[in-house]
């Protein structure tokens, strides 16, 4: 199956394969350590939840390309698009590990206290890339993209539990992250209710 072809699925189903991808630009390379599912139009707290937007447009495919935006007017966060082209669906890089190019990496995050706080945080890892809006719309999976998504076999030890920060839908088990991995970010809550983590099978 080709890899395009993998990130083609569900988001539910996508998000778990991309632990431990790598996203490569010039000399920095990250492996995904922790994401997030978001379901497009059936997902309130989905950008595309009220239908494509010129803002929203590459999350309804295909997939395999990079939607990166802005928030709380300071931070970039970048997401892979997935699902069938045509049906909006992305997956958030909440967190991952720097291995490569971790002196540029540093430059970046000058201010990050530790290896594992490099790329932990949607923003951070935006920043360790140095993606911002100007890439939105990349295809991760062309030969000669400037940022490069290299699958690579599904994670073996995977949690799931509810996503962070978000106030719609804040009790959907939507979040995936390898188990015990120190770059992942800390659980905050986005609603009234927290569900505990539980293991992804």
């Known amino acids: 199956m080709s890899d395009r072809a993998r990130l083609s699925g569900p988001a539910r189903e996508v998000a778990p394969l991309l632990l431990g991808a790598r996203l490569e630009r010039g000399p ?16 309130p707290a989905s950008h595309a939840f009220r239908g494509r937007t010129a803002r929203n447009a590459v999350m309804f495919g295909p997939a395999g390309h990079l939607y990166v935006y802005f928030v709380y007017g300071m931070h970039w966060c970048a997401n892979i698009t997935c699902g069938p082209d045509g049906q909006a669906a992305a997956v958030l890089l909440r967190a ?58 599904a994670a073996g030890d995977v949690d799931v539990g509810p996503r962070v920060g978000v106030a719609a839908a804040h009790d959907e088990p939507l979040r995936f992250w390898l188990a015990g991995e120190p770059t992942v970010s800390s659980y905050r809550r986005g609603g009234r209710k927290a569900v505990a983590a539980r293991r992804h099978t």
Not at 97 to 125: C, F, I, K, M, N
Request: charged share 30%; glycine share 12%; aromatic share 2%.
């Open 28 to 43: 920095v390379a990250v492996e995904l350590t922790e994401v997030e599912a978001y379901e497009g139009e059936a997902d």
């Open 96 to 153: 991952g590990r720097v291995v490569a190019g971790e002196d540029e990496a540093r430059a970046r995050r000058p201010h990050a206290r530790s290896w594992a706080e490099l790329a932990r945080g949607p923003a951070r890892l935006a920043d360790c890339l140095g993606l911002t809006g100007a890439d939105t719309g990349l295809d991760l999976l062309g030969q000669a993209a400037s940022v490069r998504l290299r699958l690579g076999p």
